[in-house]
């Protein structure tokens, strides 16, 4: 069984940072790709950021100059640095590990989820 788990979420001024973390766990787990996704209230989940171990980043727009992605392939851990944080930014986060090769974008590809954290930001 594989475990994934975010870490970092809180409440944050508009134009302030936070850094989520995720670690993916498991006997035999290796992945493909780690992503961030993010879902606001009333919304659908949509894409964040991700990254392959090939190795290869990818943003949505609205986070592109922003956000930053990072990661350990070895350890299968995650990272997200959100800066200049928005209202609009406010959603719980995702973290998914897909195991094979496939679209970044698309949720269907992820195999393994986390539970979500709550990120706040306030005008």
């Known amino acids: 069984q594989v475990h994934v788990v975010e870490s970092g979420g809180g409440l944050v001024q508009a134009g302030g940072s936070l850094r989520l973390s995720c670690a993916a766990s498991?006997?035999?787990?290796?992945?493909?790709?780690m992503a961030w996704f993010r879902q606001a209230p009333g919304k659908e989940r949509e894409f964040v950021a991700a990254?392959?171990?090939?190795?290869?980043?990818y943003y949505a727009d609205s986070v592109k100059g922003r956000f930053t992605i990072s990661g350990d392939n070895g350890k299968n851990t995650l990272y997200l640095k959100m800066n200049s944080l928005k209202p609009e930014d406010t959603a719980v986060y995702y973290c998914?590990?897909?195991?094979?090769?496939?679209?970044?974008?698309?949720?269907?590809?992820?195999?393994?989820w986390g539970q979500g954290i709550q990120v706040t930001v306030s005008s």
């Open positions: 998914a590990a897909a195991r094979y090769l496939g679209s970044v974008y698309s949720q269907s590809r992820y195999d393994y």
């Open positions: 498991g006997r035999t787990f290796s992945s493909y790709a």
């Open positions: 990254m392959t171990w090939a190795p290869g980043t």
